[in-house]
């Protein structure tokens, strides 16, 4: 499988070729004769289409693509169904409660991608109706290789890790140009244990500020 994303491609081809990614696409293969897959194919690796490694600020780490039809296109907690996920939805209610920024009736984030805001899944795909098949089929392996190259960056990027499975990443996060955000997961079970008014928007901004980098515009648009 080749995959020709610019600025991304080297660190890619460097997974393509292991036997742990071959071993995965097969297993893709496979399940697509019988099962229908979300995102659509094309759609797997948006999250890098939309945000390059030179204009990356922030990480926002999901757990996997929203299962039903017409909601995932590789962009996590984004949508393009007109009916919100209640994890979007908590999203916004602390984008309003954090920077005043009106509820959207529009879930999709693609506009914070194309500023820098890298929107990545740790698993990429999943089958219609059952959230989490795709764990432990070799995506955690793909998208931990790619934290660990973007940790590697001289430039100040804010990693947003929202739930227990976002931050399994943190041991990854070694190097001090770097700032870690934290909280519960946004879901409707655990919002109201820590997700809500943890303000990381504001505190996303305020870092990059801080290194004179420009801050996202978190309007939905």
Same mark, same amino acid.
Do not use: C
């Given at each position: 499988?080749?995959?020709q994303?610019?600025?991304?491609?080297?660190?890619?081809?460097?997974?393509?070729?292991?036997?742990?990614?071959?071993?995965?696409?097969?297993? $893709?293969d496979?399940?697509?004769?019988?099962?229908?897959?979300?995102?659509?194919?094309?759609?797997?690796?948006?999250?890098?289409?939309?945000?390059?490694?030179?204009n990356?600020?922030?990480?926002?780490?999901? @757990?996997?693509?929203? %299962?039903?039809?017409?909601?995932a296109?590789? $962009?996590?907690?984004?949508?393009?169904n007109?009916?919100?996920?209640?994890s979007?939805?908590?999203?916004?209610?602390?984008?309003?409660?954090?920077?005043?920024?009106?509820i959207?009736?529009?879930?999709?984030?693609?506009?914070?991608?194309? @500023?820098?805001?890298?929107?990545?899944?740790?698993?990429?795909?999943?089958?219609?109706?059952?959230?989490?098949?795709?764990?432990?089929?070799?995506?955690?392996?793909?998208?931990?290789?790619?934290?660990?190259?973007?940790?590697?960056?001289?430039?100040?990027?804010?990693?947003?890790?929202?739930?227990?499975?976002?931050k399994?990443?943190?041991?990854?996060?070694t190097?001090?140009? %770097?700032?870690?955000?934290?909280?519960?997961?946004?879901?409707?079970?655990?919002?109201? $244990?820590g997700?809500?008014?943890?303000?990381?928007?504001?505190?996303a901004?305020?870092?990059?500020?801080?290194?004179?980098?420009?801050?996202?515009?978190? %309007?939905?648009?």
């Amino acid at each position: 499988m080749e995959i020709q994303i610019p600025m991304w491609t080297n660190w890619m081809n460097e997974e393509l070729i292991k036997p742990y990614f071959k071993n995965l696409m097969s297993f $893709l293969d496979e399940r697509s004769l019988t099962e229908t897959i979300y995102p659509p194919k094309k759609d797997w690796f948006n999250a890098f289409l939309y945000t390059s490694v030179n204009n990356l600020k922030v990480v926002i780490l999901g @757990q996997d693509p929203y %299962h039903g039809p017409n909601q995932a296109h590789g $962009l996590s907690f984004s949508t393009l169904n007109e009916k919100l996920p209640p994890s979007l939805k908590n999203i916004y209610k602390e984008l309003k409660d954090d920077l005043n920024i009106d509820i959207s009736t529009k879930g999709d984030l693609t506009s914070w991608a194309r @500023q820098g805001v890298l929107l990545l899944n740790t698993v990429l795909t999943v089958e219609a109706s059952k959230p989490l098949s795709h764990k432990n089929k070799g995506w955690e392996i793909f998208t931990h290789q790619m934290i660990r190259h973007i940790n590697l960056l001289n430039q100040p990027i804010v990693f947003i890790l929202w739930g227990n499975q976002a931050k399994d990443i943190k041991p990854l996060l070694t190097n001090p140009k %770097h700032m870690v955000i934290e909280s519960v997961h946004p879901s409707p079970f655990s919002a109201r $244990l820590g997700f809500f008014g943890s303000k990381p928007f504001s505190k996303a901004n305020h870092y990059l500020m801080m290194h004179h980098v420009n801050p996202v515009d978190w %309007h939905i648009k």
